[in-house]
C-alpha cells in the first residue's frame, strides 16, 4: 500500500515561509498528491492538489519533482492562525478499479508570536 | 448549510455497549467514507462507499457495520464496544474516490 512518510512537527515564526515535505517513494503513476490541513475539533480541509510541477492557490503552493517521490507544501509568510496538522495524502488503485486513500501521520505546525 | 454533519459529536459509553454515529451529507456525492483518528493524530480509512455499495473495508473488526440507507448518508453502528474503540471518528464525502474529500466535524467516541 501507498506509504507517504511526514516530519512529525514544525515551528516557525509569523511571517516566514514553511515548507513542509512529505515523500511517497511507491507513489502510482496515476495518483495525485493531496495536502489537508486540521485544526483542533475539526476535521481536515483540503488546501492544494497536484500531479506534477509546480500547483499554487491563494493558500498554498506545491512543489513536486519530476520524479514525483516527493512533494512540499509551502506556506507563504504563516500567521498564527495556520497553526494546525498537516496531512499530505496519496493513494492506492486496486485491482478491480477502487481507490484506497492513505493519509500520512501529519505534520503538527505551531506557529508563534 | 453543513455540508458533512455528523451526530452525536461526543459519545462517552461503558464497554460492551452498542452504538451508533450517523453521517449526512448535502452536496450530493457519490462516495462516503468512515475514519478513525487515534491519539496520535493519525488519519485511517475504515469504510467506503460508493452509491451506497460498500467499496473498502480496511482491516475493521466486523463489531463495526457501516449502513447506507441512501447516498447522502453513512451510518457506523459498533456492537460491544472495547476500550481501544475510542477515538474520534471522521465521515467524509467526495464526488468520486479520487476526488477531494469533504470531511464532517468529528465524533468522540471514550469508552469507560
Known amino acids: 500500500l501507498a506509504k507517504t512518510t511526514q516530519p512529525i512537527s514544525m515551528d516557525s515564526y509569523e511571517g516566514q515561509e514553511v515548507n513542509i515535505t512529505c515523500s511517497h517513494n511507491?507513489?502510482?503513476?496515476?495518483?495525485?498528491i493531496t495536502w489537508y490541513q486540521q485544526f483542533p475539533s475539526q476535521g481536515p480541509r483540503f488546501i492544494i492538489q497536484?500531479?506534477?510541477t509546480k500547483v499554487t492557490n491563494e493558500v498554498a503552493s506545491l512543489f513536486i519533482p519530476a520524479d514525483r517521490k516527493s512533494s512540499t507544501l509551502s506556506l507563504p509568510r504563516v500567521s498564527l492562525s495556520d497553526t494546525a496538522v498537516y496531512y499530505c495524502?496519496?493513494?492506492?488503485?486496486?485491482?478491480?478499479?477502487?481507490?484506497?486513500?492513505?493519509f500520512g501521520r501529519g505534520t503538527s505546525l505551531i506557529v508563534h508570536p | 448549510d453543513t455540508a458533512v454533519s455528523q451526530t452525536p459529536k461526543y459519545l462517552v459509553t461503558q464497554m460492551g455497549n452498542d452504538k451508533s454515529i450517523k453521517c449526512e451529507q448535502n452536496?450530493?456525492?457519490?462516495?462516503m467514507y468512515w475514519y478513525k483518528q487515534d491519539s496520535k493524530k493519525f488519519l485511517k480509512i475504515m469504510f467506503s462507499?460508493?452509491?451506497?455499495?460498500?467499496?473498502i473495508n480496511e482491516t475493521v473488526p466486523n463489531r463495526f457495520s457501516p449502513k447506507s440507507p441512501d447516498k447522502a448518508h453513512l451510518n457506523l453502528h459498533i456492537n460491544s464496544l472495547e476500550l481501544g474503540d475510542s477515538a474520534v471518528y471522521f465521515c467524509?464525502?467526495?464526488?468520486?474516490?479520487?476526488?477531494?474529500?469533504?470531511f464532517g466535524p468529528g465524533t468522540r467516541l471514550t469508552v469507560l
Open positions: 467524509a464525502s467526495s464526488q468520486d474516490d479520487t476526488d477531494t474529500q469533504y
Open positions: 452536496l450530493g456525492h457519490d462516495t
Open positions: 462507499y460508493n452509491n451506497k455499495e460498500l467499496i
Open positions: 497536484g500531479y506534477k
Open positions: 495524502l496519496v493513494g492506492d488503485h486496486l485491482t478491480g478499479g477502487s481507490y484506497i486513500p492513505t
Open positions: 511507491n507513489i502510482a503513476t496515476n495518483d495525485y
